[in-house]
């Protein structure tokens, strides 16, 4: 694979034909946790996941209005439909304090990208709710489209999670089909060509994939029950550590230090924190209002952003944690009861991006006041945004 490599921190956090330049991976022990809820891979359906009906094969056009609820992620899931955890809490104390200001890396070579600097790479997934085939847009942060990076007639289904490169300046983005059983991440240049494709462990049960890349250059993956590393240069994914028993997989992001965040929607409701060494710990819960947490973005200054819910009236919100560990409201009220966010990213300014997929399906933009306005809806075309990048490298740089 073209240096599937670089130093994007903030991605969407999202979150995918067989073709050559097919790239062995690793196998790994079976791990539980194959589904999206939480389970051990039962989860089927056009797309790979299980809709609001609770129809596991995808649904009907009904659906398309719906949330997802995979047993948590709209806040009204029981703890049994993402597989109860028992009487054991699988996470440890909350984590400690950041210290010390993180590295300052290099800044990248100009013309790096056939993207065009500041615009918006949106994956948009129609498939979740039985509303046609995923496709990929590159958006003006004005709300114009500048082009189809992978259009609909691809017949992709299970679209998920969504990556640039910066240094090959190529589109990563990942499928879990179940119905075909594919599960794999493929790599696009900018004019939405096919360059290669890594498929996940084929012992495994099969599962959604989350993605994210470290500051120095390594593609990170979760997958299964468990995050894969790829160092920059390398064509082979291999297997770092397992998720700690019971929870499930929202989406990944690292900040500069290394430390790889991840959100467990389905079971645990919480934000934990893998240092580099493997070592993990709970940045915040339910007791600090997080409520089915999913997407994910981490800015320069070490602030983790996290969507999700209102406990009380299930409207969607965004919380930050600074360094520290507090958590606070960043924005209240940005989409009604019967949506949900997923995609979140930054661009160089620090300026929030988010996609609301239900009723009134919408690319918005975060301002620092919490306030929010539609940047694209359904007037441009989306159907279900699922995320989003920006094509920048939100990170200081010398």
Same mark, same amino acid.
């Given at each position: 694979?073209?240096?599937?490599?670089?130093?994007?921190?903030?991605?969407?956090?999202?979150?995918?034909?067989?073709?050559?330049?097919?790239?062995?991976?690793?196998?790994?022990?079976?791990?539980?946790?194959? %589904?999206? /809820?939480?389970? *051990?891979? =039962?989860?089927?359906? @056009? +797309? !790979?996941? #299980? &809709?609001?009906? $609770?129809?596991?094969? %995808?649904? /009907?056009?009904? *659906?398309? =209005?719906?949330?997802? @609820? +995979? !047993?948590? #992620? &709209?806040?009204? $899931?029981?703890?049994?439909?993402?597989?109860?955890?028992?009487?054991?809490?699988?996470?440890?104390?909350?984590?400690?304090?950041?210290?010390?200001?993180?590295?300052?890396?290099?800044?990248?070579?100009?013309?790096?990208?056939?993207?065009?600097?500041?615009?918006?790479?949106?994956?948009?997934?129609?498939?979740?709710?039985?509303?046609?085939?995923?496709?990929?847009?590159?958006?003006?942060?004005?709300?114009?489209?500048?082009?189809?990076?992978?259009?609909?007639?691809?017949?992709?289904?299970?679209?998920?999670?969504?990556?640039?490169?910066?240094?090959?300046?190529?589109?990563?983005?990942?499928?879990?089909?179940?119905?075909?059983?594919?599960?794999?991440?493929?790599?696009?240049?900018?004019?939405?060509?096919?360059?290669?494709?890594?498929?996940?462990?084929?012992?495994?049960?099969?599962?959604?994939?989350?993605?994210?890349?470290?500051?120095?250059?390594?593609?990170?993956?979760?997958?299964?029950?468990?995050?894969?590393?790829?160092?920059?240069?390398?064509?082979?994914?291999?297997?770092?550590?397992?998720?700690?028993?019971?929870?499930?997989?929202?989406?990944?992001?690292?900040?500069?230090?290394?430390?790889?965040?991840?959100?467990?929607?389905?079971?645990?409701?919480?934000?934990?924190?893998?240092?580099?060494?493997?070592?993990?710990?709970?940045?915040?819960?339910?007791?600090?209002?997080?409520?089915?947490?999913?997407?994910?973005?981490?800015?320069?200054?070490?602030?983790?952003?996290?969507?999700?819910?209102?406990?009380?009236?299930?409207?969607?919100?965004?919380?930050?944690?600074?360094?520290?560990?507090?958590?606070?409201?960043?924005?209240?009220?940005?989409?009604?009861?019967?949506?949900?966010?997923?995609?979140?990213?930054?661009?160089?300014?620090?300026?929030?991006?988010?996609?609301?997929?239900?009723?009134?399906?919408?690319?918005?933009?975060?301002?620092?006041?919490?306030?929010?306005?539609?940047?694209?809806?359904?007037?441009?075309?989306?159907?279900?945004?699922?995320?989003?990048?920006?094509?920048?490298?939100?990170?200081?740089?010398?």
């Amino acid at each position: 694979m073209t240096a599937l490599r670089a130093l994007f921190l903030c991605v969407g956090p999202l979150l995918l034909l067989a073709c050559s330049g097919t790239i062995a991976v690793n196998d790994h022990e079976p791990l539980q946790d194959a %589904g999206l /809820d939480g389970s *051990d891979g =039962d989860d089927a359906g @056009d +797309a !790979g996941f #299980v &809709d609001a009906g $609770g129809d596991v094969d %995808g649904g /009907d056009e009904g *659906d398309a =209005d719906e949330i997802v @609820d +995979a !047993g948590g #992620v &709209d806040g009204f $899931g029981d703890a049994e439909d993402a597989g109860a955890l028992g009487d054991e809490d699988p996470l440890p104390d909350r984590c400690p304090p950041l210290s010390e200001n993180p590295p300052v890396h290099a800044c990248l070579a100009a013309g790096w990208t056939d993207f065009t600097l500041g615009n918006l790479l949106v994956l948009d997934s129609p498939s979740m709710a039985s509303a046609g085939m995923d496709f990929v847009l590159e958006i003006t942060p004005e709300g114009v489209v500048a082009q189809t990076v992978v259009p609909q007639s691809n017949n992709i289904l299970g679209a998920r999670d969504l990556l640039l490169d910066p240094l090959s300046g190529n589109l990563l983005y990942s499928v879990s089909d179940w119905t075909g059983q594919i599960f794999e991440i493929r790599e696009v240049d900018a004019n939405g060509t096919l360059l290669n494709t890594l498929e996940m462990p084929t012992t495994t049960n099969g599962g959604n994939i989350a993605m994210a890349f470290d500051h120095l250059g390594a593609l990170h993956v979760a997958y299964d029950g468990a995050v894969y590393k790829m160092p920059a240069g390398d064509s082979t994914l291999a297997w770092w550590l397992d998720f700690p028993e019971g929870v499930g997989l929202g989406e990944i992001d690292l900040d500069r230090r290394g430390n790889l965040y991840l959100t467990d929607p389905f079971t645990t409701e919480s934000v934990i924190r893998f240092a580099p060494d493997g070592s993990h710990c709970t940045l915040a819960g339910p007791e600090e209002g997080l409520a089915s947490p999913y997407g994910l973005c981490i800015t320069p200054n070490d602030e983790v952003y996290v969507t999700g819910f209102d406990p009380e009236s299930h409207d969607c919100q965004i919380r930050k944690i600074d360094p520290t560990g507090t958590v606070s409201l960043a924005a209240d009220d940005v989409a009604a009861a019967g949506s949900s966010i997923r995609g979140l990213d930054t661009d160089a300014t620090g300026q929030l991006y988010a996609t609301v997929e239900g009723p009134q399906s919408a690319l918005l933009k975060i301002h620092a006041d919490g306030s929010h306005e539609v940047v694209a809806s359904e007037a441009q075309g989306l159907v279900r945004p699922a995320n989003v990048v920006s094509v920048s490298t939100p990170y200081p740089c010398e």
